[in-house]
């Protein structure tokens, strides 16, 4: 059971990426994310007035801090790569540098939350941006017609889950998933409803393909990523779903050279042999030294990619 929940989490929320890339064809990155989340936002809401028991004792300040955490984790993060793929970074290369957070996170966990963080954590998050650096580069040097500083963008996105992750390590109230998941997708309606119409481009297309990457991001992704993120997280802890994580570039770069023809070459597959030697190297400490719950878990709700 175990085995096929992990299998399942990996293909739905590397779907996210597919996702976008399908989106990216027939509309602009804002009109795609406010179609995403404005009725799903809807949905949620009108389900929390149905059932109040999550909601029972949140007060108004964890609201507050599970907004924040939505804008960073879901509006900064989806904003930078759904905008990245349709400059015409690859959906695997953004995957890849989406995977590196775990170990980013990790790596700051000591001068940030005052963990300890061994050199094993250290050389593993280098190994890691060593293989994103390697598919990046083999990425550009394959023409898919991205200007250079196009590669940046998704950076920018890893860096603000990474902030996400920080701001709700340090909550002292938890919210139930059901809980922050309303927050975190209704902030992002607001968000990405107010970029769209001061874009002029909150009129959604007519496109058939348009509306089914709309019905894929928030089937697959949203609840299914979201979904077996939690339960996996339950289960079987942080470790394991960091591990996953990792996943997620080589399958999104599989799936992204099958369905779309994106660049798979020699240097793709090395620099994604590297990164998940980085997972290996992290993970492989066991229970020694704390490392397996220093390296922190990635927000949840960033995906919903």
């Known amino acids: 059971m175990n085995l096929l929940l992990s299998i399942a989490f ?19 990155a804002v009109t795609v994310l406010m179609w995403r989340f404005l009725p799903l936002a809807v949905a949620l809401i009108i389900a929390a007035g149905l059932s109040r028991a999550a909601w029972r004792g949140v007060a108004l300040r964890d609201v507050a801090r599970q907004a924040a955490i939505g804008v960073l984790s879901q509006s900064g993060y989806l904003l930078t790569v759904y905008y990245a793929i349709e400059l015409g970074v690859s959906s695997g290369t953004t995957a890849l540098i989406d995977g ?19 050199r094993r954590q250290w050389s593993g998050l280098c190994l890691g941006v060593g293989g994103a650096a390697l ?27 990474v902030a996400a992750t920080f701001l709700e390590g340090r909550s002292r109230v938890r919210p139930a998933p059901a809980v922050s998941m309303t927050v975190h997708c209704a902030t992002s309606a607001i968000v990405f409803t107010a970029l769209a119409m001061t874009a ?21 992704p949203t609840f299914g990523g979201y979904g077996l993120y939690w339960l996996i997280l ?15 570039a080589p399958v999104t770069a599989v799936w992204g050279a099958l369905m779309f023809g994106e660049p798979f070459g020699p240097q793709s597959v090395l620099g994604l042999t590297v990164a998940l030697a980085a997972v290996v190297l992290v993970h492989r400490t066991g229970t020694t030294s704390g490392d397996a719950d220093t390296g922190m878990a990635a927000c949840p709700a960033g995906h919903g990619t």
């Open 135 to 161: 598919v990046t580069t083999a990425d550009a040097a394959a023409g898919t017609g991205a200007a250079w500083w196009a590669y940046l963008i998704p950076f920018l996105g890893m860096l603000s889950l």
């Open 10 to 28: 990996v293909l739905c929320w590397s779907s996210g990426f597919i996702g976008a890339k399908l989106g990216a064809g027939s509309a602009a």
């Open 200 to 220: 002029g481009a909150a009129t959604p297309p007519t496109a058939t393909s348009f509306w089914v990457a709309i019905i894929w991001l928030v089937a697959l």
């Open 234 to 248: 339950r289960r079987s802890g942080v470790t394991k779903v960091n591990t996953l994580m990792f996943l997620m």
């Open 100 to 118: 590196v957070q775990p170990l980013v996170a990790g790596a700051l966990a000591g001068p940030v939350l005052h963990q300890h963080v061994s």
